[in-house]
């Protein structure tokens, strides 16, 4: 156990809808980071989050859209969903403001199905 | 633009077989350097890191990696395999100058039995 909640673990949603994933870091840590794990995209980074506040940004769609909250708690929105979001969706915390001197650990993860 | 590269996407040995998994990048100032394991169905774990000093590194379950610098490589390597280590391997780089942790693409590992 990394100690990185994530839920729900699995998501089955119409396109079009709108969906939130939730991750409680580890506790100590300040940083979040969000990745889409995909078949043909593979492992991409979205966004992360630096004791609320937006730190990094990868390759996350206008239509995607998160915050991290004064609990460190962190929530991902993704809207206007299409079949192509269908991936499984990564949360990982650390304790600083990178991978420097640092580990990331990772949530189980959130499989969400668009249908 | 930053990247990383792993060469070999699939990669099936018989037990007790070595292993070398190799990661490149495109980076030239000073980078953190990982591996990252997902065993099937569960969640990405560390298997080993550099950041500085020996560039020999040792991780979890008898893994190394040797960064050299010279050739923007950080390969991974097991001496004898088991089929436990049957997992997708990802190879990861943190360049100082900021916050991103660039992937690989990650190499699935099959250990015939």
């Known amino acids: 156990d990394s100690g990185v909640t994530q839920t729900p673990k699995h998501l089955i949603t119409a396109t079009g809808q709108r969906v939130t994933l939730r991750c409680s870091p580890r506790?100590?840590?300040?940083?979040v980071y969000w990745y889409q794990q995909s078949l043909d995209q593979g492992l991409q980074f979205l966004i992360q989050y630096y004791n609320g506040e937006e730190r990094a940004k990868g390759n996350i769609l206008e239509r995607f859209s998160a915050q991290q909250f004064p609990d460190l708690h962190s929530e991902l929105n993704l809207s206007s969903l299409e079949l192509g979001d269908s991936a499984l969706y990564f949360c990982?915390?650390?304790?600083?403001?990178?991978?420097?001197?640092?580990?990331?650990?990772f949530g189980q993860g959130t499989r969400l199905t668009v249908v | 633009a930053q990247s990383v590269s792993q060469h070999n996407h699939h990669v099936i040995l018989s037990e007790a077989a070595s292993l070398e998994l190799g990661c490149n990048y495109s980076?030239?100032?000073?980078?953190?350097l990982f591996w990252y394991v997902q065993y099937p169905g569960q969640h990405l774990q560390l298997l080993l890191k550099?950041?500085?000093?020996d560039p020999l590194v040792k991780g979890i379950k008898g893994f190394e990696a040797e960064f050299i610098k010279s050739k923007f490589s950080f390969n991974l390597r097991k001496p004898s395999v088991q089929w436990s280590d049957t997992a997708e391997y990802f190879c990861?780089?943190?360049?100082?100058?900021?916050?991103?942790?660039?992937w690989g693409a990650g190499t699935k590992l099959i250990i015939k039995p």
């Open positions: 990982a915390s650390s304790v600083g403001q990178g991978y420097r001197d640092t580990e990331a650990f």
């Open positions: 550099y950041f500085s000093g």
């Open positions: 506790s100590g840590d300040l940083s």
């Open positions: 980076y030239g100032g000073t980078v953190n």
């Open positions: 990861a780089v943190n360049a100082h100058s900021n916050y991103q942790l660039i």
